[in-house]
């Protein structure tokens, strides 16, 4: 899968540390994957907060001159992707506001599913709103609180919200970090080696900055940083764990641990359990780079078949807006995947991929396997077929464009013109990830359609 479904966002916090801004800089390369279309970061220096925000990369919005403005020891940041019509500045995080108790910045990862109902209720009590993010009626329940402590403002605000949120609120003197009650998306708790703490959506951001991991946040957790203290930690929700599973299938990057485990490890083993159930007589392993690549090293190790990177990715190929015709589209997906017709030419090759969401991407790649010699294309995919949209904070195409709610895995295997078509089954999905979870711990709906909220 290379563009189908996106991630909405990545947050990272950091306090106590005299370069957090440049840590949170830092930080955001790494989270980089979760979010290209802005950044930002807004920094404390103690009496007052500093923003910055812009479309674009990490690298595009700041240079090392917009950084030195970014002053003081606490700092959060943000990178974020827009989905279609929601590419406004006034659209990237933080969201920063003014209000009775002083200043405050705000970064969220997830979605608010009562986004709209709150959002219209405060516009009957005058609140008038900047944005069309859901992140922006917590500032509105924050300003509007009658509780005297910015603490107490955010119990109260977090508890008036459903969905998925991971938060990371700044003040002046203060840093607040939370996860909803299910703990839908990760949310990582660390120790800098300075002195401070850093919170991010994933443990790559630890590993560039040298931060210790101490543990996740809780689902239903909510931790305050205070200068000279360590993070004290308030239970707002009794937690009932749903993390994402598609984190492990697809968003987050290998080399981090989310929900406890490596990511790596927990793919690799989703292509030993797929090699399991779907075994296929061939030459060759490939992966579609560059999702499908640790799931294709376990299924080649359990199969038995040889490995090879049969496909070469160009990253180095952005958005492309071109044409939408059928040949302009065969170009784009040959500008960023080319085949190795050395390792594919007369073999029987088994391709590996993470999902399949509208099918044309995997025909595409399968034509140009085939273009280039392959005598056979079995397609492997190590997650089932996702066949509902997602709530939580994950852009995914509505039920009518998702391939596998409207053709059976006959059909699909069809239309994308493979000689052979499986996926990975629910119950080996959750084997995978840990035999020792239940399956209560974990939102699977975009595969069975069971919505938590």
């Known amino acids: 899968m290379l563009e189908n479904i996106n991630e909405k966002c990545a947050v990272v916090g950091i306090f106590g540390h005299k370069e957090a801004s440049k840590l949170a800089y830092f930080s955001l390369h790494s989270l980089q ?33 917009k950084l030195a403005t970014l002053s003081g020891n606490s700092a959060i940041g943000h990178t974020r992707y827009s989905t279609a019509g929601d590419d406004s500045i006034l659209d990237a995080q933080p969201v920063f506001a003014r209000y009775d108790l002083g200043e405050m910045s705000i970064v969220h990862n997830g979605n608010l599913t009562n986004a709209e109902e709150v959002r219209n209720k405060l516009i009957e009590k005058g609140a008038i709103f900047q944005t069309f993010m859901d992140t922006e009626n917590l500032i509105h329940l924050i300003a509007k609180s009658s509780k005297d402590k910015l603490l107490d403002r955010i119990i109260d605000a977090v508890q008036r919200i459903e969905g998925a949120f991971s938060l990371v609120f700044l003040s002046r003197t203060k840093m607040f970090a939370m996860r909803d009650r299910h703990g839908f998306r990760p ?25 210790e991991f101490i543990r996740d946040v809780e689902p239903g957790e909510l931790l305050i940083f205070e200068e000279d203290k360590a993070p004290q930690s308030i239970k707002v929700y009794e937690p009932t764990p749903k993390h994402c599973i598609f984190e492990y299938v697809y968003f987050a990057r290998p080399d981090s ?33 560059d999702g499908g690549v640790p799931s294709a090293i376990g299924y080649a190790q359990e199969s038995g078949i040889p490995y090879e990177m049969g496909i ?17 589209r065969d170009l784009k997906v040959k500008m960023k995947l080319s085949p ?28 140009m396997l085939k273009d280039a010699g392959a005598t056979e294309v079995h397609m492997r995919v190590s997650s089932p077929p996702t066949t509902d949209p997602c709530f939580y904070g994950v852009d995914t195409p509505d039920k009518d464009k998702l391939i596998a709610a409207n053709m059976t895995t006959d059909e699909i295997c069809e239309y994308i013109e493979a000689d052979s078509l499986a996926y990975l089954d629910e119950e080996s999905l959750l084997r995978s990830v840990n035999s020792d979870m239940q399956e209560e711990k974990y939102c699977t709906a975009c595969f069975t359609g069971k919505y938590i909220v």
């Not at 923003?51 to 700041?62: E, N, Y």
């Open 340 to 367: 190795m017709i050395d390792i594919i030419k007369g073999k029987r090759v088994v391709v590996i991929d993470d999902s399949i969401v509208r099918g044309t991407t995997s025909r595409r790649i399968i034509r």
């Open 257 to 289: 641990q989310v929900f406890g485990q490596s990511v790596y490890q927990t793919r690799k083993e989703m292509g030993k359990e797929l090699a399991r159930i779907a075994p296929v007589e061939a030459d060759v392993v490939i992966p579609v780079p």
């Open 187 to 211: 949310l990582s708790l660390g120790r800098l080696p300075n002195g401070g703490y850093i919170v991010a959506s994933e443990t790559c951001a630890f590993d560039l900055v040298g931060a």
């Open 312 to 328: 070469m990715r160009n990253h180095y190929i952005g958005r492309t807006f071109i044409e939408p015709t059928q040949e302009m």
């Open 33 to 65: 994957h979760r979010g290209q279309e802005a950044a930002g970061i807004s920094s404390s220096d103690g009496t007052k907060l500093h923003t910055i925000k812009d479309r674009g990369l990490v690298m595009r919005v700041f240079d090392e001159e």
